[in-house]
């Protein structure tokens, strides 16, 4: 074979593949290095106060605009706080008002309440007894003229008590006696169980629960 058609071959000497090697082992150093900043860098925007500094080791100017920047969201951050306990503070104070105005309105309705009860009361231990002579009229004048006229007022008189929600107090003869209800005036002989209420004596009033006056009766005794 002539020399003119040998074929060229280049031959990697030891010094270039050494460099190849010590080339390669470079880049993968510098991908390390950026990979391990890259990592670096996200701890510290996570953490926040080492950005900077991570910065600094590449462009100075831009660390101060992110030391500045740091700086503005730390104190964004203390005003955030700071405003996020005023408002709970406010919530605190707002419940605290609407406790003290339900408990307000409910004191005061229960006060009105009571004022009308009162008045009302007033009104029926007035007019309760004018109700009791009427019915004693009506048991002295059965045979008079007037007995129909009384009637009638008394009726009229019975309707005004039940729209202020006055019930009478009328045992029957043998029902048993209740002492929050019921007046006992003495015992008298009677075929009525024993304790029980012989007769009404006077009608007893009352409102809805509360009771005005007591029904004044009499209670059957054994007969001796």
Excluded: C
């Excluded at 831009?62 to 503005?72: G, S, T």
């Excluded at 009860?117 to 007019?127: F, G, K």
């Excluded at 129909?148 to 048993?176: C, H």
């Amino acid at each position: 074979m002539s020399d003119d058609d040998a074929v060229d071959v280049e031959v990697e000497s030891p010094d270039d593949a050494e460099a190849d090697a010590s080339a390669a082992s470079d880049g993968q150093s510098d991908a390390a290095t950026r990979n391990g900043t890259a990592e670096a860098t996200a701890a510290d925007s996570t953490a926040g106060d080492g950005l900077a500094e991570a910065v600094a080791e590449h462009d100075e100017a831009l660390a101060d605009e992110v030391a500045a920047l740091e700086a503005e969201l730390a104190e964004t951050r203390e005003e955030l706080l700071d405003a996020e306990s005023e408002v709970e503070e406010l919530t605190s104070k707002l419940a605290r008002v609407r406790a003290d105005f339900s408990n307000y309105k409910q004191r005061a309705k229960r006060k009105q309440d009571e004022i009308r009860e009162r008045a009302s009361e007033a009104l029926v231990d007035r007019i309760t007894p004018v109700r009791n002579d009427l019915l004693r009229a009506l048991d002295q004048d059965e045979g008079s003229d007037l007995r129909p006229g009384v009637e009638s007022t008394l009726e009229k008189f019975d309707e005004v008590l039940a729209d202020e929600g006055v019930e009478p107090i009328e045992p029957d003869p043998g029902e048993e006696v209740d002492p929050a209800r019921h007046q006992v005036m003495l015992r008298v002989e009677s075929d009525q169980p024993d304790g029980t209420v012989h007769e009404v004596y006077e009608p007893g009033y009352e409102m809805g629960d509360r009771v005005v006056s007591e029904a004044k009766v009499t209670v059957s005794a054994d007969e001796e």
